[in-house]
């Protein structure tokens, strides 16, 4: 993969290694901070430990691919400048705003752009493939995770319970709590599937890559570990209902363990390779038992000799990674600015005309929501119509330390999400506050809730326009603080949503003049 040719047209192997040991330095000292969260997170999450041997099957499938590689190396591309300034400025940006994700991503468009700078477009064709497969070793966006998981986790229990009724056994489902009886299972995190779902699909991506059929039975192969991965996850939670049912809790718990890891892994691949077989015999394959086959690399003619200003892209583009390298470990740093407020233990003492109960919570439940302040009361005890508020404060935000959605934690706690809309609310201060107006069922008990997010003097509902806002404040202010505020109430005997509706909103009214005391705009 030489940037140099001679005259007669034989490579110059000293250069080649030279200039990749430079690259891998380069890149390996501008993103040090990156690699060292990838490693972390493949060590300490499940769903990503085999981000450890993704880059090694890229390198093994670029090996095997050497000779087509050596063919392919042409003229360097000045677009590679383009895709590394990308990288440094999603690094910068990163590390600006302690949001590893960005660096991440900025990491895997420097390879793609050093490609170019080393052999253009030529080159990067015969390794885009391997190349590509690089982007299964970096962990999800944490809201992109978080979302998902909350998708994964309700459809696992719906067709788990499905699963479970197919052997007449009464069961009944509270958000992903599965009640029955004796035994309640609650669909976790951990148990949502994410954690096979993410391997799965590097293996499904490859299967795809090495498997001899047209390109359309290939991306159906691919898009098919979805669905596998769910319904074997699904059927993994209805066996434990089953076993619980019918031979114990104790046999349940044992069936858990013995059907986490590896067991549903390896069947997935299993009906993955099942698949694989039937399209092979719809193809008449000579061995369809033997679908997969290493693809032979394509024929790629041999650039003609170098040209002048071949070393100017790889220069130039190592010179950007330099100087981003010097600027984040020696300039660049996550500065955050904490503005001084009042502890959130005083706001129940604001309105004389509450008479506030504070709740506590366990440690447990304390660590794990991570806030540097919280306060949890109901607004009006003394009468049969309370309004229960939550604030979690933090004073910085990154990658790992957020709030938990209420749309996670609301299934947690075995309550159905029946309807969630945004809506607009006057908050008494001549603005209307966007919040999310969630209706929620736990058997024949409904409340409402009304949460929003309270950033830096914005009151905030989506969660995507909380992270554009984030890194917006986080470059140009230096804050990143800010607060979730829920808002929950029963509704009471035959009152219908609309009392609800109106005891929430007298209550933001009543809430909105005291909050930037303690939540600073």
């Known amino acids: 993969m030489s940037p140099e040719y001679s005259e007669d047209g034989r490579h110059s192997g000293l250069m080649m290694i030279g200039l990749f040991a430079l690259v891998i330095a380069v890149v390996g000292t501008a993103f040090a901070d990156s690699l060292s969260d990838l490693v972390d ?7 990503y430990s085999h981000g450890f041997f993704i880059p090694l099957i890229a390198a093994w499938h670029l090996w095997n691919r050497r000779a087509a590689l050596r063919q392919g190396v042409g003229e360097p591309a000045w677009s590679s400048v383009a895709l590394v300034v990308l990288s440094v400025l999603l690094l910068v940006a990163g590390k600006l705003t302690d949001t590893f994700a960005l660096q991440h991503y900025g990491l895997l468009v420097a390879i793609f752009g050093l490609t170019l700078a080393f052999g253009g477009w030529s080159l990067m064709k015969v390794a885009f493939v391997p190349l590509a497969f690089l982007v299964f070793m970096l962990p999800l966006p944490y809201l992109v995770s978080a979302q998902i998981t909350l998708k994964l986790q309700l459809i696992s229990s719906e067709l788990g319970v499905a699963i479970i009724r197919l052997f007449s056994i009464p069961v009944y489902l509270e958000g992903n709590v599965i009640d029955l009886g004796a035994y309640k299972l609650g669909v976790v995190e951990a148990c949502s599937g994410l954690r096979y779902l993410i391997p799965f699909l590097s293996l499904g991506f490859i299967g795809a890559y090495l498997f001899r059929a047209p390109f359309w039975q290939k991306a159906v192969l691919f898009i098919a570990v979805i669905p596998i991965t769910i319904a074997m996850n699904s059927f993994r939670i209805a066996m434990i209902g089953v076993a619980s049912q019918f031979y114990g809790v104790s046999s349940a718990e044992s069936l858990l363990h013995a059907f986490e890891g590896w ?40 650039v003609s000799a170098v040209v002048r200003r071949r070393y100017a892209p790889l220069v130039v583009t190592l010179g950007a ?50 806030a540097d302040d919280y306060i949890i009361f109901d607004m009006h005890p003394g009468t049969k119509r309370n ?13 790992n330390r957020s709030w938990h959605s209420p749309q996670q934690c609301i299934p947690g706690g075995g309550w159905y999400i029946e ?25 024949r008990f409904t409340q409402l809730v009304y949460y929003w997010y309270r950033q830096r003097g914005r009151e905030i509902a989506s969660e995507w326009s909380l992270k554009f806002f984030l890194l917006a404040d986080a470059v140009t202010r230096n804050r990143t603080d800010g607060a979730l505020v829920r808002l929950t109430t029963p509704l009471f005997g035959k009152e219908t949503l609309a009392d609800a509706d109106s005891r929430l909103k007298k209550s933001l009214i009543e809430l909105t003049p005291l909050l930037p005391k303690y939540i600073p705009d």
């Open 41 to 47: 997170r493949w060590s300490s999450q499940p769903e």
């Open 263 to 302: 067991a549903v892994f390896l069947l997935c691949i299993a009906i993955l390779y099942t698949v694989m077989v039937v399209f092979a015999l719809i193809n008449r394959d000579a061995t369809p038992f033997s679908p997969i086959r290493f693809p032979e690399a394509a024929n790629v003619p041999r």
């Open 321 to 370: 990674l330099v100087i981003a390298a010097v600027y984040v470990h020696a300039g660049a740093a996550a500065v955050r600015v904490i503005p001084e407020r009042a502890k959130l233990i005083g706001l129940p003492y604001e309105n004389k005309e509450w008479s506030p109960k504070i709740r506590s919570i366990s440690p447990q439940v304390e660590k794990v929501l991570g």
């Open 387 to 399: 309004v229960n508020l939550y604030i979690a404060y933090l004073d910085y935000q990154r990658d």
């Open 419 to 443: 309807k969630l809309t945004r809506t607009p609310v006057d908050n008494g201060a001549g603005r209307t506050t966007l919040v999310n107006r969630v209706i929620i069922k736990k058997g």
